[in-house]
């Protein structure tokens, strides 16, 4: 915009500068101040010069202006676009902010669900527990289901699950490829 604001003061000022040009040398020949009929001739060829390049740089105005509109119309475009956009944007963020009021308040329940689950467990098995959590993306424990562990998702051979199988049900137990605590379920295949 402000390059074809530019472009066009700089035509309107080409075309203010030949027009007066034009009409200082018009009205010396109006008022016959040229009396030297090369000197006339000369003055009237550069009139019709003249003429022209008012033409010329009229209609390179007009270009210059219809850039301007189009310029100005796909401004005003942009604008509405951004105004729609930051109202989207508004309206999202609210939204957002809804729904992290309802996580935080469901994460609030889960985590007091979990303290009172883990008042009964010993605190050497809660700490094996967390660490294998932090080193395995947060599966610490997994089940054994169909002879699987839920963790690494292998099948157990059949000597680990023999031993499984005659381990007390207090007994911590680990699988042997990711090293998780291995919860017995009734789905073990034991």
């Known amino acids: 915009m402000e390059d074809l604001n530019r472009a066009q003061r700089k035509a309107d ?4 500068q030949v027009k007066t040009r034009r009409t200082r040398d018009r009205q010396r020949i109006d008022q016959g101040l040229v009396n030297n009929p090369k000197d006339l001739e000369r003055m009237q060829h550069e009139m019709v010069s003249l003429e022209r390049r ?3 740089l009229e209609d390179a105005e007009l270009e210059v202006m219809e850039q301007l509109e189009g310029a100005q119309k796909e401004l005003t475009d942009l604008e509405t676009g951004l105004a729609n956009l930051r109202q989207r944007i508004a309206e999202v ?20 669900r979990r303290d009172e689950l883990v008042a009964g467990i010993p605190d050497d098995l809660l700490a094996l527990y967390d660490k294998l959590r932090g080193q395995k993306g947060g599966v610490g424990a997994a089940a054994l289901r169909a002879r699987r562990c839920g963790g690494c998702s292998l099948e157990l051979n059949a000597a680990d699950l023999g031993e499984i199988a005659k381990a007390p049900a207090d007994q911590v137990l680990r699988c042997e490829e990711c090293s998780r605590i291995l919860v017995r379920t009734s789905e073990s295949g034991l």
Do not use: L, N, T, Y
């Open 13 to 16: 000022a080409d075309v203010e």
């Open 54 to 56: 008012i033409a010329e």
């Open 93 to 112: 963020e609210g939204s957002r902010g809804a729904k992290a009021e309802g996580v935080e308040s469901e994460r609030a329940q889960v985590r007091g």
